[in-house]
């Protein structure tokens, strides 16, 4: 159930947030405990240490885990299964392999950056890295170029659909605490997203590829290419992957234009997006799984294979709404809320500087955008804001998320490892491209939201 605000001392709410929140990052960052553990840890932390009557505590854990779960399992789930299909049918080669032909080899960065950008919507990162990698160095051999020239606007493609556009975890599991529309969220995400991949994709690297020479691996200039005549069809990759996009889009763009005013209602039913990414699921078992000689019995086992990082990202998201509610219920929303209102400060600005520093500190996205869109979440007055400014907010979320990936980032490490580079070269190509997406995309939102109303 809802509980109202507690009327607590400010001057012991802010030590108590901020007693909480070392001890959460000091869990993490000193002694290396469970992103998920540490996180809950804190946020009963803040609530003992601020007052709040026990049951009021328990009702924060409870409404916290209830409530962001309810509001983005099944989605996360759906995702995971959508995104493995896709990996196994080989139709993340299949859009970069035709991309690439289709911009040719002194464009063949543009392309990779795109196809980044559409895979990482349903495919997780790490995932989507490691099948499209061996394409960039393949270009990087055939043309003799640095590996950079290539691998970094794919890094950057990826970073971006995994960063700002649904269905991916981070942006859904923000827009879930703010409470706006999916819709929204795709629409401002796709406009953040498409610049700052441009920006940290062909553009930076391109200044990378010709200031690092970064061979290709041996293991990769030795291996054969793809077999192209394996792969399933271009257009049948996008029309599954455009499937969920659109029925949400849909759904909310029928509540605003008086011409859907008789589909609103069936419009509503499929852009719900546990619907909509439900539907794209179906399609891609029967069209990608089925027509391409797997059985139901096969895709039952990569489905559930699928679901096995997930019950980590949902457990650290559930935490990341205890938080929320812990702020919420002991009254700091409001103590937060009316600092910054007399700082005068965009909404949007303090969702990104909250999130990049959460980010600096602690390396995980998860975590960053966990942390700042509770903290945001529980100020007062969020559920009135328009929901393109709430969508911009979650952009900036998420690009305060993105920003410098340094040693304590995992992906910083795996970047290093396959591309084959050293720490400080790391740092100078990959740790730029990352702030480059999340600032460029986070400059976006901000110009969106002045028209946001």
Request: with cysteine.
């Amino acid at each position: 159930m809802a509980e109202e605000a507690l009327a607590l001392d400010p001057v012991r709410l802010m030590i108590a947030a901020a007693v909480g929140l070392v001890i959460l990052l000091v869990l993490i960052i000193k002694f290396k405990i469970q992103a998920m553990v540490s996180i809950l840890i804190g946020a009963i932390a803040i609530g003992l240490l601020a007052g709040m009557p026990f049951e009021n505590i328990i009702t924060a854990v409870n409404d916290g885990i209830g409530n962001t779960l309810k509001g983005i399992a099944l989605l996360v789930g759906l995702g995971s299964m959508f995104g493995a299909i896709l990996e196994v049918s080989g139709g993340a080669q299949s859009l970069a392999v035709t991309m690439v032909k289709y911009f040719g080899d002194k464009k063949a960065a543009w392309a990779l950056g795109i196809t980044g950008l559409v895979i990482a919507m349903p495919v997780f990162f790490d995932a989507g890295l490691i099948i499209l990698i061996p394409l960039a160095f393949s270009l990087a051999k055939r043309t003799n170029r640095s590996s950079l020239f290539y691998a970094v606007p794919l890094l950057a493609g990826l970073a971006v659909g995994h960063a700002y556009i649904p269905p991916t975890p981070g942006p859904v599991l923000v827009a879930n605490l703010l409470g706006v529309e999916l819709g929204w969220v795709i629409l401002v995400g796709i406009a953040c997203g498409v610049v700052a991949m441009i920006a940290a994709g062909p553009i930076w690297g391109s200044i990378c590829g010709n200031r690092y020479n970064i061979p290709v691996p041996e293991h990769v200039a030795n291996q054969e290419d793809f077999d192209e005549s394996k792969l399933p069809s271009f257009w049948t990759i996008v029309g599954i992957i455009l499937i969920p996009l659109i029925l949400i889009i849909l759904d909310s763009v029928s509540g605003v234009v008086p011409a859907f005013g008789g589909l609103a209602p069936v419009f509503a039913f499929l852009g719900e997006p546990f619907v909509a990414l439900l539907i794209a699921t179906v399609a891609a078992m029967a069209v990608l799984g089925l027509r391409h000689g797997y059985t139901l019995e096969d895709l039952e086992k990569v489905m559930t294979k699928s679901l096995e990082p997930t019950g980590l990202i949902l457990l650290v998201t559930a935490c990341g709404g205890v938080l929320r509610y812990m702020l919420q219920y002991s009254g700091l929303g409001d103590v937060i809320g009316n600092a910054v209102a007399s700082a005068n400060l965009p909404i949007v600005v303090v969702a990104f500087v909250v999130a990049a520093l959460v980010r600096i500190c602690v390396g995980s996205a998860t975590v960053a955008m966990t942390m700042a869109a509770g903290i945001i979440a529980a100020m007062p007055g969020i559920s009135d804001l328009p929901p393109l400014y709430l969508a911009c907010t979650t952009a900036a979320v998420a690009g305060g998320a993105t920003v410098c990936s340094h040693f304590n980032d995992s992906g910083f490490w795996l970047v290093k490892s396959l591309v084959g580079m050293d720490e400080k070269t790391t740092l100078k190509t990959w740790t730029v491209m990352e702030t480059l997406v999340g600032g460029v995309g986070f400059l976006v939102a901000l110009m969106i939201s002045f028209f946001a109303g």
